[in-house]
């Protein structure tokens, strides 16, 4: 079964800080990942997803997030936080080649920032 | 287009009453999802459709909840009884081709409190 693995509940940085949000996946065949992001009081929305090629994939409102699959790693993250970036975070996987199309969200990861 | 739509955005119910949550997904997708938020358990995915007809319901907590796709452009999900642990946002996603593009495009939810 596909799994991810969100390491830090809740991440403050200061503005115009790296951010850095960590998820680790867990698949027995090659996934497709994705980061969501939820504003206060509203769905999620796709920041960026990996599917197949370039392993470093570009999203909106600049983050972008590397696949490595010898880590099975895929972490989000900016250059410079803005404080309209304060949302939660989700990473998630499913599996391309299975006959179900489950996406399995991690648990999430709250993201404050500091003026 | 418009989004995903749900409703009601709100809900206040007492415990042993019939709640029902209803969803229109984005016109000509072909998969409809429900999910279940809470801060305990992040987001489950409960139940999900392809082409109106329900695929995976392996989420659904128990016999109380039930749901619904009449059509391509509606979706409904009972609970009754309710109670007070079913509180959560409840949260519908369409997609359209979602083992190819794995994107899910999510509605604003329903906040369902459960007195």
């Known amino acids: 079964a596909q799994s991810v693995t969100q390491l830090g509940s809740h991440v403050s940085v200061s503005e115009g800080a790296l951010v850095l949000l960590r998820c680790n996946y867990s698949?027995?065949?090659?996934?497709?990942l994705f980061w969501y992001v939820q504003y206060p009081n509203q769905g999620l929305q796709l920041l960026l997803k990996?599917?197949?090629?370039?392993?470093l994939v570009k999203g909106i409102n600049g983050f972008e997030a590397e696949f490595k699959k010898s880590e099975t790693s895929f972490h989000l993250t900016k250059p410079s936080a803005h404080m309209s970036d304060a949302a939660e975070y989700f990473c998630?996987?499913?599996?391309?080649?299975?006959?179900?199309?489950?996406?399995?969200f991690g648990s999430g990861t709250r993201l404050s920032i500091r003026p | 287009d418009a989004g995903v739509i749900q409703s009601p955005r709100h809900e206040v119910t007492e415990m042993g009453q019939e709640v029902t949550l209803r969803c229109k997904p984005i016109?000509?997708?072909?998969?409809l999802f429900w999910y279940r938020q809470t801060m305990m358990r992040g987001l489950e995915l409960l139940i999900y459709?392809?082409?109106?007809?329900?695929?995976?319901d392996s989420g659904m907590p128990e016999d109380r909840f039930s749901a619904k796709m009449p059509n391509a452009s509606f979706s409904t999900l009972k609970i009754q009884p309710s109670e007070p642990r079913d509180s959560a946002v409840y949260f519908c996603?369409?997609?359209?081709?979602?083992?190819?593009?794995?994107?899910?495009?999510f509605g604003e939810g329903s906040r369902l409190t459960v007195l």
């Open positions: 998630a996987v499913s599996d391309p080649g299975s006959s179900a199309s489950k996406i399995i």
């Open positions: 996603a369409s997609s359209l081709a979602v083992r190819v593009s794995g994107e899910l495009f």
């Open positions: 698949s027995s065949v090659p996934p497709y």
């Open positions: 016109s000509g997708h072909d998969y």
């Open positions: 990996y599917t197949t090629g370039a392993t």
């Open positions: 459709f392809n082409n109106n007809v329900p695929i995976d």
